[in-house]
């Protein structure tokens, strides 16, 4: 569904040049559910708007819904849905009428069109809301128009930039209880950036990490934590053996940033919940005695921050 | 036939605040029939002997209007350029210039809607009607006004990161013009170096034109002056701002 070769995207600042996508290549296929996630300024955005035909890239080639986006942009332009970061919708203008406009924008039939608008409004469960124009709608009713604005012509990929920012909790949960549902009712491909770590993790399928314009890992949330991150298993000591226990630690399967204290024992490994019985019955046998067991699964940011040394959290704050 | 129906698309979609808002759209009646009450005894017999000043006034009136209403709409896609709006339409398979013609020829309706009823009102004061000059004059306005705005457009992609030049830009250059062409008062009365500023003042020679319209005028080369002044104002608007938009990269 998408397959991009070296994509680059350079702005001239008053700093100089600032490269914002350095080489991206990869490839989506369809079906799959695939989340970009990074720190603000990562270049995500600017990928999908290069993605999308917004933006053209500075070098390199990209075929997206089966239409290269530098010779054939209208192609893309009739096949994709685009839910920017912005708010796609006018601020004086009828909930409906802007669906309709979208359907006239797409081309499609007046009647195909308003049809699908009413469908929409009602899957979206914006109905009541018709005759509301933009500023008097809450945001995440303005958000949820902008992703039916992007599915008024039925695409089969859908990109969404940053869905959920500025978004409470209960919006951004009830949002994506309407996106998963219409993914499983029609199959679509879905693309999203987000810099919300519990977002990719479980929403996504697959995970895309990118930083300072690079993409830096992609794999399915659980390997990637697997890998990259590794769960964290904590044995409390009763006596103090932390020496043997330590030895015992080093040689599990994967071993690594293994941590000794006063009565206690750390060691990273890659299937945590599947050594620990195994990891507990050797240290019986050696004779430690054991008062505490936890095994602390990786998040997201702990893998953000095996690849690159830092948290998300420190990364947001240090890129503008 | 896809530009036009993409323009129609565009066109449609900004007519309908248009016209919920009604309101504003009498509003914009006020200021002209203040002037027309209250300035328009003053002018005298500025047309000539035996001819009412309304003949030389309103057509005046109307390029002011026309100019100042269609230099200042690039604000309104200032506002759909941060928010995301434009981008939206931007990333549909919708001609580009279209996007921007559909929106100009909108802000077209209410200043044609305020000329009518100016010069409707204007009847039973002593302005005379000279149906096809006068109509003609309309055409020229509104094709003036689409290039006006399509310009205006193009300065606010340009300064989309600065609002605050783009009114600078779009106040410093209307204002001027306007005085300068002679719109409020005869030029010929003033100083002559004002009198030879406004003969380098493009925006004059379609006033004059507007002018010689209501006076029953239709062959002659006032008139020729300023359609050559509004086919070239039209020519690069649409130019310029076509290629702004369509290298827009929000």
């Known amino acids: 569904m998408i397959h991009a070769r070296d994509l680059a995207r350079s702005f001239k600042t008053k700093a100089g040049p600032v490269e914002a996508v350095k080489g991206l290549s990869l490839d989506v296929a369809e079906g799959e559910l695939v989340a970009f996630l990074g720190p603000n300024g990562a270049g995500k955005s600017t990928s999908v708007r290069m993605l999308t035909t917004l933006l053209p890239p500075s070098s390199g080639s990209a075929m997206v819904a089966g239409c290269d986006i530098a010779r054939d942009p209208a192609g893309v332009r009739k096949r994709i849905g685009y839910v920017g970061q912005g708010s796609g919708a006018g601020q004086y203008y009828k909930l409906r009428d802007e669906l309709l406009t979208q359907g006239a924008a797409m081309r499609m039939h007046p009647a195909d069109a308003k049809r699908r608008a009413d469908a929409l409004i009602d899957m979206l469960e914006l109905t009541g809301m018709e005759d509301r124009i933009g500023t008097t709608l809450s945001g995440g009713q303005k958000r949820r128009l902008d992703v039916a604005l992007g599915l008024m012509h039925s695409p089969t990929l859908l990109f969404l930039d940053e869905p959920s920012t500025g978004l409470d909790p209960h919006s951004r949960a009830n949002l994506w209880e309407h996106v998963l549902k219409l993914r499983r009712e029609t199959g679509m491909t879905i693309f999203l950036t987000t810099h919300y770590l519990e977002e990719a993790d479980t929403m996504a399928e697959r995970v895309m990490v990118m930083d300072n314009g690079q993409l830096i890992a992609d794999d399915t949330p659980a390997r990637l934590k697997a890998n990259l991150a590794g769960d964290r298993i904590t044995i409390g000591l009763a006596n103090s053996d932390a020496a043997k226990a330590a030895e015992l630690a080093q040689n599990l399967p994967q071993a690594r940033e293994v941590a000794v204290g006063d009565s206690r024992v750390e060691v990273t490994v890659g299937e945590g919940e599947a050594l620990l019985p195994e990891f507990i019955r050797r240290l019986h046998e050696v004779g430690v005695d054991i008062a505490s067991a936890n095994v602390r699964r990786p998040t997201l940011d702990d893998v953000f921050l095996g690849l690159t040394g830092r948290t998300l959290r420190e990364a947001q704050g240090s890129v503008a | ?250």
């Open chain 2, 1 to 250: 036939m896809d530009f036009l129906y993409d323009v129609k698309t565009s066109f449609v979609r900004e007519m309908k605040p248009l016209i919920s808002g009604w309101v504003w759209l009498a509003f914009g009646l006020v200021q002209p029939l203040l002037y027309i009450g209250l300035f328009v005894p003053l002018l005298g017999d500025v047309g000539g002997a035996g001819v009412s000043p309304l003949q030389w006034f309103i057509p005046g009136m109307m390029v002011m209007l026309t100019l100042f209403g269609t230099a200042m709409v690039g604000w309104s896609l200032t506002e759909e350029l941060l928010s995301g709006v434009l981008e939206r339409f931007l990333a549909t398979p919708m001609s580009r210039p279209a996007l921007l013609m559909g929106r100009a020829l909108k802000e077209m309706f209410p200043l044609f809607f305020q000329a009518v009823v100016m010069i409707v009102i204007a009847i039973p004061f002593g302005l005379r009607i000279y149906a096809v000059e006068m109509l003609y004059g309309l055409v020229l306005l509104g094709l003036f006004g689409v290039g006006v705005a399509a310009l205006s457009y193009a300065l606010a992609i340009a300064a989309k990161n600065n609002t605050s030049l783009f009114y600078m830009v779009s106040q410093s250059v209307a204002l001027p013009l306007m005085l300068l062409g002679g719109v409020l008062l005869p030029l010929e009365s003033g100083p002559a170096w004002l009198y030879v500023a406004s003969r380098f003042n493009p925006l004059t020679y379609l006033i004059e034109a507007e002018r010689a319209l209501f006076m029953g005028e239709l062959f002659s080369t006032t008139v020729l002056y300023g359609t050559l002044v509004v086919a070239a104002t039209l020519v690069i608007g649409l130019a310029i701002g076509g290629s702004a938009i369509r290298k827009a990269s929000i």
